[in-house]
């Protein structure tokens, strides 16, 4: 599962089935980006039917460890981005076969 996907990928495959340009499509999911963007920013919930959610979380401030040194470093306090697949999306998934495991 080295695939990755990429925004170009998603927006010449829009173009392909919606049958628009590429670059039409592409400046639909430019615009639909930033209003996800200002919608989080703004401390809204973005809802994607039959996709998920994705919600803006605040993290406290803590204290992390280096692993290689042990040595203690405080993280700021921040704001995170947190996706929350629907239910339709898990139950898909869970239909999927599980990948084989490699004996190497």
Sequence with gaps: ?????????LSEAAADRAGVSKAEASA?????FLLMRQALMS???VKLTAFGSLQLRSRAERVGRNPR???EHR?????T???TPS????EM??????????LN
């Design 69 to 71: 040194t042990g040595t």
């Design 43 to 45: 401390g809204e919930t």
């Design 81 to 83: 981005v947190v996706f």
């Design 87 to 90: 239910a339709q999306l898990r």
């Design 1 to 9: 599962m080295d695939k990755t996907v990429t925004r170009a990928m």
């Design 28 to 32: 639909i999911a430019d615009r639909m």
């Design 75 to 79: 993280i700021p306090p921040r704001h």
């Design 93 to 102: 998934l869970s239909k999927l076969t599980p990948p084989a495991k490699d």
